[in-house]
């Protein structure tokens, strides 16, 4: 691993990390966690038995491309999405500690300076100094739900830009293959026009010679121009394609394009098959989107026991302390202070307070609801990836035949023409077949590059939870996989 690729797990261990291994000890029981209504099956539709054994955390490495590699390093370090996601988490770090404040009490302290005016004042100046405590007793829960509430949106906003950094991966990794392919399709272009422009030659060469009509002239000029036509539409795009990839690594364009085309166009890159993936329920946990949404549902949670303990009894300890002068020689000549307990109940408030409640109650009925989609959003990703790989790999092998055939038929229809055995729409109708042939490879090469990405992306890839000692988001989670799983 090199010294760029350390830089970028140290930064993100350190952003992500700390916050969610905040999340350990929670206080809302387990039992007050709403289960998830969705039936993952046990296995996978698409996949075999074995399970995968391949490690997919920095997966975009198995393509191959230091390139495509070095942007998805600087994607990580320098993208400017993340790093807004890496500032909402500092703000949620930032409201934990917040919420953990109200376990003390809280102290101000006071001070003043006196001194008469008029014709009967004093000529000495009175100081006097004071202090105030309060505390509130958190019998009730109301305190440690809002803690607990902390918790769980800190650790939602940390999988949350987990998931945000799994996201961003895929869109470079798709982005630099597209590049790849649209750099391939552009040379094959320019190189076809060659040839293009020399069966232009020889069209006007037989055509002079009085062996072919101007027909063939023309039809070759047709050709040749369709082909060119092609070209600023190819440059056009590998221009989007390199500025999409600035922008997604935090810099201006320029640069990418530069380095796509400094040297001659790479292969698109070849991935790995993967199949036999681990699963259903394994994946789940893998998955940032999921564990995010479980911890926004715990948040959720604790939200309704901070409403229902405004309903109940408010127990509040203060005090305070002061000291004055008798005469202005000595600030400690008076010593005053109390201590009061009191006890608040909320009797009437048009129902207010009980509405919280139900508004608690059904934000958590959203977080539910968007939990179980999050399952499902995720068991639709690995299936319908899966078959992408599986088909995409087919067709590379299926377009690798076709393009054989059709470079043995333009080669012939070539040679046949040059020597007078056939006419000029054989080899029109080969060397378009062969141009048809050498894109349509390309396009299903790139085709099944991304659907690696996106299946690798699926299976929770692109983020690095090895590196993380991560807690459960509460102490059912395990209960709760296990359901799911059944």
């Keep these: 691993m090199d010294g760029n690729t350390c830089r970028v797990r140290a930064r993100r261990m350190a952003v992500l990390a700390s916050p969610l291994f905040a999340l350990g000890a929670c206080a809302t029981p387990a039992s007050d966690i709403a289960q998830p209504d969705i039936a993952v099956p046990a296995q996978w539709q698409i996949a075999e038995p074995a399970p995968v054994s391949t490690d997919l955390t920095e997966y975009w490495t198995l393509l191959g491309d230091p390139l495509l590699s070095d942007f998805v390093e600087q994607a990580i370090l320098d993208n400017r999405d993340l790093a807004q996601s890496a500032a909402r988490l500092e703000q949620a770090r930032f409201s934990l500690v917040q919420a953990r404040a109200g376990y003390l009490p809280s102290v101000s302290a006071t001070g003043g300076v006196n001194r008469d005016v008029g014709d009967l004042a004093r000529d000495d100046v009175q ?204 600030l400690f000549d008076i010593i005053t202070g109390g201590l009061f307990a009191g006890v608040s109940q909320l009797i009437f408030d048009g129902g207010r307070t009980a509405a919280q409640v139900d508004i608690a109650q059904a934000g958590a009925d959203v977080s539910l609801a968007a939990w179980e989609q999050s399952i499902l959003n995720a068991l639709e990703d690995v299936e319908t990836a899966a078959v992408d790989q599986r088909t995409s790999d087919e067709r590379v092998t299926i377009n690798e035949e076709a393009l054989d055939a059709a470079e043995n038929s333009a080669l012939l229809a070539r040679s046949q023409y040059q020597a007078g055995l056939t006419d000029f729409r054989t080899l029109l109708t080969a060397e378009n077949q062969l141009l048809s042939a050498r894109n349509q490879l390309v396009a299903a090469q790139a085709d099944r590059a991304i659907a690696f990405v996106r299946l690798t992306q699926a299976l929770g890839g692109g983020w690095t939870i090895s590196d993380y000692d991560l807690p459960p988001v509460a102490s059912s989670a395990t209960a709760n996989n296990d359901r799911i799983a059944q």
Excluded at 173 to 178: F, P, Q, R, V
Excluded at 293 to 298: S, W
């Design 127 to 330: 100081f006097s100094l004071g202090a105030d405590a309060a505390w509130e007793l958190d019998l009730f829960g109301q305190i440690s739900g809002s803690v607990a509430a902390a918790r769980g949106e800190l650790a939602a906003q940390g999988y949350s830009l987990a998931d945000l950094q799994r996201l961003i991966v895929g869109q470079v990794a798709i982005a630099t293959i597209n590049a790849r392919a649209t750099a391939e399709q552009l040379a094959i272009a320019r190189s076809t026009l060659a040839y293009q422009d020399d069966n232009l030659q020889i069209a006007r060469w037989r055509n002079q010679a009085g062996l072919v009509s101007s027909l063939d002239v023309e039809q070759a000029r047709t050709q040749r121009a369709q082909t060119a036509a092609t070209i600023p539409l190819l440059e056009s795009s590998l221009v989007a394609t390199a500025n999409s990839i600035s922008t997604l690594i935090g810099e201006p364009p320029g640069p990418v394009m530069d380095a796509i085309v400094a040297t001659e166009p790479e292969p698109v890159p070849s991935p790995p098959l993967l199949a036999g993936f681990e699963a259903p329920a394994e994946v789940l946990r893998r998955r940032p989107d999921v564990r995010s949404a479980e911890a926004a549902l715990f948040a959720s949670t604790a939200r309704i026991g901070v409403a229902r303990a405004q309903l109940l009894p408010l127990v509040r300890l203060s005090g305070n302390i002061g000291t004055g002068p008798v005469t202005g020689g000595n």
